[in-house]
């Protein structure tokens, strides 16, 4: 059995790297348009006809293993044939195009449209068990409902992208969804819960040694011990956010820093 198996990946294998670079260059750039032509033993042939020869001596071989996967695989290689646009490039490809009209339409302020495109990069994402663009399409969403203040939707969307990015470890953006949290409960008035999340994404600010985040995490600790009437930890707060702001030439976070002082 093994050495079948061996044989038939072997042949697969072989059979794809028959293509050229010329043709790899084709498939990749030009693979899902109908009728692109590559060239077989001097011959020109359809990219389309091709794979459909190389998957039908794979099922010869393959009709000799008793496996049911291998059929399946096939069966699915050949749908994605028929139809390019179940290949993962075109999924991914659609995915990022709706995650850019989703841009597009929040820089119009056009919130309906830009939750639609960005539940459709979720679903998508979804689909090919991608975590990261998954997460990235949960921030998306949630920083949108937080923009039009439904502030328990917002917040369920930015602690299920929390979860997946400290899943990926991905610190810059545990800390960026920290604070998009932190300002959620900022703005609901629990102040402790959000000195709580404000207090974690300034720790990893300064683990990761970003000053941008060191910054702004020290302004929206100084806004919490506004609320708290803590003015004099405030202003000791805002200055020390100022400084780093201004070591590091961000003017627009510098603005901000002395609207509230």
């Given at each position: 059995f093994n050495l079948k198996f061996k044989f038939v990946n072997s042949f697969y294998l072989n059979s794809f790297n028959a293509i050229n670079l010329n043709n790899d260059s084709l498939a990749s750039l030009e693979g899902?348009?109908?009728?692109?032509?590559?060239?077989?033993?001097?011959?020109?042939?359809?990219?389309?006809?091709?794979?459909?020869?190389?998957?039908?001596?794979?099922?010869?071989?393959?009709?000799?293993?008793?496996?049911?996967?291998?059929?399946?695989?096939?069966?699915?290689?050949?749908?994605?044939?028929?139809?390019?646009?179940?290949?993962?490039?075109?999924?991914?490809?659609?995915?990022i195009s709706?995650?850019?009209?989703?841009?597009?339409?929040?820089?119009?302020?056009?919130?309906?449209?830009?939750?639609?495109?960005?539940?459709?990069s979720l679903k998508i994402s979804s689909e090919i068990n991608d975590t990261n663009a998954i997460a990235n399409a949960l921030i998306n969403i949630g920083v949108i409902y937080q923009e039009i203040d439904?502030?328990?939707?917002?917040?369920?969307?930015?602690y299920r992208a929390l979860k997946l990015k400290r899943i990926l470890n991905d610190k810059i953006n545990v800390a960026n969804t920290l604070s998009n949290i932190g300002l959620i409960y900022l703005n609901i008035k629990q102040v402790e819960q959000a000195f709580?999340?404000?207090?974690?994404?300034?720790?990893?600010?300064?683990?990761?040694?970003?000053n941008y985040g060191i910054s702004l995490s020290l302004l929206n600790i100084g806004s919490v011990y506004v609320e708290q009437k803590r003015i004099?930890?405030?202003?000791?707060?805002?200055?020390?956010?100022?400084e780093i702001a201004k070591e590091i030439e961000a003017k627009p976070l510098i603005k901000n820093i002395y609207y509230h002082l």
């Open positions: 899902r348009k109908s009728g692109l032509m590559l060239t077989k033993d001097d011959k020109k042939i359809l990219l389309y006809d091709w794979a459909h020869e190389i998957l039908d001596e794979i099922e010869l071989l393959a009709e000799q293993i008793p496996n049911d996967d291998s059929q399946i695989a096939i069966k699915k290689m050949r749908e994605r044939i028929d139809n390019p646009n179940k290949t993962l490039s075109a999924i991914m490809l659609e995915n709706n995650s850019n009209i989703g841009k597009i339409y929040n820089s119009l302020n056009e919130n309906d449209k830009v939750l639609e495109y960005y539940q459709i439904s502030n328990d939707i917002a917040l369920e969307y930015h709580d999340n404000f207090s974690q994404a300034l720790e990893i600010y300064q683990e990761i040694k970003n004099k930890k405030a202003k000791s707060s805002f200055f020390e956010a100022l």
